[in-house]
């Protein structure tokens, strides 16, 4: 991923710092700097971040690793400083599957908060454990419970305000955050997506999808005018995150509906004008002005078929007015063919992410029609609107 610096891979997946990351080093700094902290307390700042970043890192892995079960690979994992995405190849579509994996990531943290909570017992007893209960409890309470006999070892020995014992309670409610705020069911967050499986056991995959959208959507709304008007700006970002994710997931889930739906021969032009390779540019010229067709198939004195002439290139030769040249001086020869069964999924991903302007549409060895990119615009804009 562009503006990324990998860090390293593990379990087979690589790992990426996204540039921003380098703000929360910044972030630590000016903290350590306005709190009048020393050398030791800013470094233990700064350790704290990299450990909750760590249990974020954990927190994808514990979705990439499930998908895996379910055959889906992970691309990568980024850290930004607003929090970890797991890219996954895909969602698995069967609901349960989603469901699991979309879980997996708040139960690592539910596992870490219990971990790390033991571990606390474990280092710290005596005095030291009634301190670590204490910072628990405030920080689980926003600095409301008394706790009298914390307050009377704190008399003596002062408020830790750095390392482990002050750290570890602290990092121990950062999880739980972690899950309460991940299960917030804002679509695309886990909480959203564990959601949107729910729905889609009884629903479907579309409907289910739509409604958690407009739900994240809501959501996400909250996020951005709370962040702003409390100044919390990573709550903001995270909403307008969310907000365009779920707009963009919700048209895929329809655009993926739609071509499933359809074949290629559900869209083809049964009649197209053949150029010959041999004859002049004027020729498709003349007819991309006139208007209906933009993209032509080509073909040879044998009438077999040769190559295609996209728009673009017949643009390129009126700017050069180059009328006379030769149709296949301008055409490209890597013509694709589809049978008219092919799904149209496929004829998506020739047209759309492969950049060819028209296929050939075939039957039983004949050419039945074409398909080109403004067709299946069309086709898709006249069905996704009813
Ligand atoms: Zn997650």
Request: with cysteine; hydrophobic share 50%.
């Amino acid at each position: 991923m562009r503006g990324s610096l990998k860090l390293f891979t593990w379990f087979g997946i690589p790992v990426h710092l996204h540039w921003s990351f380098g703000l929360i080093f910044l972030y630590a700094l000016w903290i350590g700097y306005a709190n009048n902290l020393d050398m030791a307390g800013t470094i233990w700042l700064m350790g704290f971040f990299m450990a909750l970043f760590g249990c974020v890192l954990l927190h994808e892995y514990g979705h990439a690793l499930t998908a895996r079960r379910y055959g889906v690979q992970t691309q990568d994992i980024i850290l930004t400083p607003i929090g970890g995405i797991a890219r996954l190849e895909r969602m698995p579509e069967k609901p349960v599957q989603e469901f699991l994996v979309a879980i997996a990531g708040p139960m690592v943290n539910v596992v870490l908060a219990i971990a790390l909570f033991f571990l606390g017992k474990l280092l710290f007893q005596g005095d030291r454990w009634t301190l670590f209960s204490w910072i628990l409890e405030q920080n689980l309470t926003f600095g409301d419970s008394s706790g009298e006999e914390a307050t009377d070892i704190l008399d003596e020995s002062g408020i830790p305000s750095s390392g482990l014992l002050f750290y570890l309670p602290v990092l121990v409610v950062t999880n739980i955050a972690l899950v309460v705020f991940n299960l917030i069911p804002a679509f695309p967050m886990d909480g959203g997506r564990i959601f949107r499986a729910l729905l889609a056991m009884r629903l479907g995959r579309v409907r289910a999808t739509q409604i958690a959208s407009w739900l994240g959507q809501g959501i996400a709304l909250l996020f951005i005018v709370f962040g702003l008007w409390q100044g919390a700006i990573t709550l903001a970002l995270i909403g307008l995150f969310v907000f365009s994710t779920a707009r963009s997931e919700n048209s895929m889930v329809r655009l993926d509906a739609l071509l499933r739906g359809y074949k290629a021969r559900d869209l083809l032009r049964p009649n197209f004008t053949r150029l010959a390779a041999n004859d002049w540019m004027q020729t498709p010229i003349t007819l991309v002005q006139q208007g209906l067709e933009r993209h032509f198939l080509v073909f040879d004195l044998d009438d077999r078929l040769v190559g295609y002439l996209p728009e673009a290139q017949i643009i390129a030769a009126m700017k050069k007015r180059d009328l006379s040249a030769e149709i296949s001086q301008y055409m490209r020869p890597d013509v694709k063919v589809v049978h008219q069964e092919q799904s149209l999924e496929y004829v998506y991903h020739l047209l759309q992410q492969q950049g060819q302007s028209v296929l050939a549409v075939a039957d039983q060895g004949e050419l039945v029609g074409v398909i080109d990119q403004l067709g299946l615009q069309n086709f898709l804009r006249m069905r996704a609107s009813n």
